[in-house]
Each structure stands twice: as C-alpha cells, then as structure tokens.
C-alpha cells in the first residue's frame, strides 16, 4: 500500500482503497504530535486508556503554558527531558519533534 502511496499518490492510493471497501484510519494533527513527543517507553499507556491520555494532556499543557509569556524561551529540554526539541536556524525558536511532524497534516504543501 505504501509503495502504491508513493508510486501513485494519495488521491489514488483512496480512490482504490475505496473500490475494495476497505477503512483506511488516519491520524489527526495532534495524534502525529503527540506520538512523536510521547517517549517510546510511555507510548502504549498514552493510547491504550484515559490516565495516559490525560497525563499526555496535561504535559501539552504545561508545554503551552512554559511559552506562553515568551515563545523564544530558552532551554525547554530542562523542562521537558522526554521531549526532542529542535532550535530553528531562522528565528531561533524551539519546537518540538511533534510539532514538525504535524506541520505535514497542517500544511497542504509544506515548500
């Protein structure tokens, strides 16, 4: 199917998969997100029942408000070890692995 997916594109890939009835599930933004800043080890507690989800809410959270005051803030793996943050060249800023992963559903044509 990937192989299809990249030979053929998305808009193809579907149009066949609905020929077969076949249920495609796709992830929303904030699923890619928080699978790419939920550490492996917490990754089946976080989809698997409310308490993982809930603590993966609230760590966004505390994410949120960590920059609320000042998006340029320094220093958020101080903060939050288990996240894999990235500087931006161009302005400086920190964003998380979760966030550049989700830029691809955000963005309809990220170039």
């Known amino acids: 199917m990937?192989?299809?997916?990249?030979?053929?594109?998305?808009?193809?890939?579907?149009?066949?998969?609905?020929?077969?009835?076949?249920?495609v599930q796709r992830h929303n933004s904030y699923e890619h997100a928080l699978m790419a800043?939920?550490?492996?080890?917490d990754i089946e507690s976080v989809v698997s029942g409310l308490p993982g989800?809930?603590?993966a809410a609230e760590e966004e959270r505390l994410r949120l408000q960590f920059f609320a005051?000042?998006?340029a803030r320094e220093k958020p793996?101080?903060?939050?070890?288990d996240v894999h943050w990235i500087k931006l060249d161009g302005s400086?800023?920190?964003v998380s692995a979760g966030?550049?992963?989700?830029l691809a559903d955000i963005l309809p044509n990220p170039p």
């Open 77 to 81: 793996q101080l903060q939050f070890p």
């Open 99 to 102: 966030e550049i992963t989700a």
């Open 53 to 55: 989800r809930a603590h």
């Open 2 to 23: 990937i192989a299809l997916q990249r030979a053929a594109g998305n808009r193809a890939v579907a149009g066949a998969v609905r020929q077969r009835a076949v249920t």
């Open 69 to 71: 005051t000042d998006p």
């Open 92 to 94: 400086g800023l920190w």
């Open 37 to 41: 800043d939920t550490p492996r080890k």
